[in-house]
């Protein structure tokens, strides 16, 4: 970028490796890695159904082919990039305060941990929208209460046990979820018409609901960064893990969805979560309902404990960056954060009462705005230090960055432009807090409140890059 100039010394951020740990957990390897990033992300096709509610067969289709290209492979080549860069459990967080600073690392950290709890008290209330058909008690009132905090618990005990256990789980429930597609779809073959899957009324879509679903199903790529130091050598296998777990979320989308829209005469109205429970009925009977409503519970199960893990393990990640008091830092005997698995355990609690469709727009704009600085920090980065040691690296230098993040900037313009009033105003004094709880938090370190410490595994963000100098 500009002349050649052999006197110049060039910075570069070190190649790291991962943090040294004092426990003997064991890391994580790519297969269950491949299944983490599958329930970061989906999970499968359980809450698609709202996008052939909102727009019909054919949109819906489309959506789940397009919108992978927009948003879904730049944000996993982002994700790979920067989390073999950076492989350790403070993920994006770090990404963005070395690019912009740590206030705004921690504005960054903030906005993603919320979202994260948001995205996880939907799932909860997927598991209960899947089981009320067969078990209508839990449809609402005192036993629905009961259920989502019971299922909580459990749970968050899971992820109390060790990400290892997490990843082996997530592996036979990600294998359990999908199974029951399978022999629907072979089932669904005498009553496949084509002619189904192009109807389309331009005039009649709900563009709000329409993206805000698309939206959710095909982001959080970048979770799965706050768990790169707890990888098995995360620089070769976290860009493996990330293109096995695309291909895989696709095509649990798509190959679903044709067959639901196929197969089935079309009523938009029924096109609601839990649906594909209903068309499990009519094509195979109730024994097929009722393994899917149990794989769609299993589903939820796996969305769960892969996102807490993922929420938990970046409040560790930040503590060892010195951003949170140092207690967020300790592990119980199993290696997991302990305070983070508590503290987002009672955010999902708190916010199991919303609705699906509130949880999933409230989630949504929080969201956009940590990408927004994540594209930034990113497009920084290969700015400010285009040598700097980039294990997994995306082509194209500083302006192939630039017109990488320009499709999916534009499409959170567009999902933000559609976003209600209430949620708007909900999430703006989300991020107001953001704002205020960082100099509090400064503040209370001044005063040694509390206890913050660096970890000496890490480097520091602003004084400990390395100066080399590429000609002698």
């Not at 269950?32 to 359980?46: D, H, R, T």
């Not at 990404?95 to 909860?124: E, H």
């Not at 995360?234 to 197969?263: C, D, E, S």
Request: charged share 15%; aromatic share 14%; glycine share 8%.
């Amino acid at each position: 970028m500009g002349e050649f100039n052999s006197n110049v010394e060039y910075v570069t951020v070190v190649d790291l490796p991962s943090p040294r740990r004092t426990h003997t957990m064991k890391k994580v390897s790519i297969l269950p890695l491949v299944f983490l990033i599958f329930y970061e992300v989906s999970g499968g096709p359980f809450g698609v159904e709202d996008t052939v509610h909102a727009a019909g067969p054919l949109l819906a289709l489309l959506g789940f082919v397009v919108f992978p290209f927009i948003w879904s492979i730049p944000e996993a080549l982002i994700t790979a990039e920067m989390g073999t860069m950076f492989p350790e459990n403070s993920g994006y967080v770090v990404w963005v305060s070395t690019a912009l600073g740590p206030f705004w690392g921690f504005q960054q950290g903030w906005m993603k941990w919320l979202s994260g709890v948001i995205d996880n008290a939907l799932y909860p209330v997927l598991f209960l929208d899947y089981l009320k058909s067969g078990v209508p008690a839990l449809g609402g009132g005192l036993p629905r209460i009961l259920a989502t905090w019971g299922l909580t618990i459990v749970l968050t005990f899971l992820n109390y046990r060790g990400l290892t256990i997490v990843g082996y789980v997530a592996v036979f429930l990600g294998v359990f979820s999908l199974l029951p597609f399978v022999v629907m779809g072979f089932l669904s073959i005498p009553d496949l018409k084509p002619s189904r899957w192009t109807v389309v009324n331009t005039k009649d879509v709900d563009w709000n609901l329409y993206l805000n679903t698309l939206f959710w199903n095909l982001n959080y790529w970048d979770s799965i960064s706050t768990l790169s130091g707890e990888v098995e050598n995360p620089k070769k296998t976290l860009p493996k893990a990330l293109f096995f777990a695309l291909i895989l979320v696709v095509l649990g989308y798509f190959f679903p969805l044709l067959i639901g829209t196929g197969a089935v005469p079309l009523n938009r109205e029924l096109w609601t979560d839990g649906y594909f429970s209903d068309i499990a009925m009519i094509l195979g009977g109730a024994w097929l309902r009722w393994w899917l409503q149990a794989a769609a519970a299993m589903s939820n199960m796996g969305m769960f404990v892969a996102e807490m893990s993922s929420d938990s393990f970046q409040l560790l990640g930040m503590a060892e960056r010195g951003m949170l008091p140092e207690f967020f830092s300790k592990r119980s005997r199993h290696g997991t954060p302990l305070v983070g698995i508590l503290f987002s355990a009672s955010g999902v609690i708190l916010l199991s009462w919303m609705s699906f469709q509130e949880i999933v727009a409230a989630e949504n704009f929080l969201y956009c705005f940590g990408m927004i600085l994540e594209f930034i920090a990113f497009i920084l980065l290969k700015i400010k230090h285009p040598n700097a040691s980039r294990p997994y690296k995306v082509p194209g230098g500083a302006a192939g960055a630039i017109l990488m993040c320009i499709p999916p900037t534009a499409l959170i313009c567009v999902v933000l432009y559609f976003s209600t009033l209430k949620v708007m105003v909900v999430s703006l004094i989300a991020v107001s807090i953001g704002l205020v709880l960082q100099p509090c938090i400064k503040y209370v370190e001044k005063k040694r409140w509390l206890k913050f410490s660096h970890s000496a595994d890490l480097p520091d963000l602003e004084h400990e890059e390395s100066t080399h100098s590429l000609v002698n």
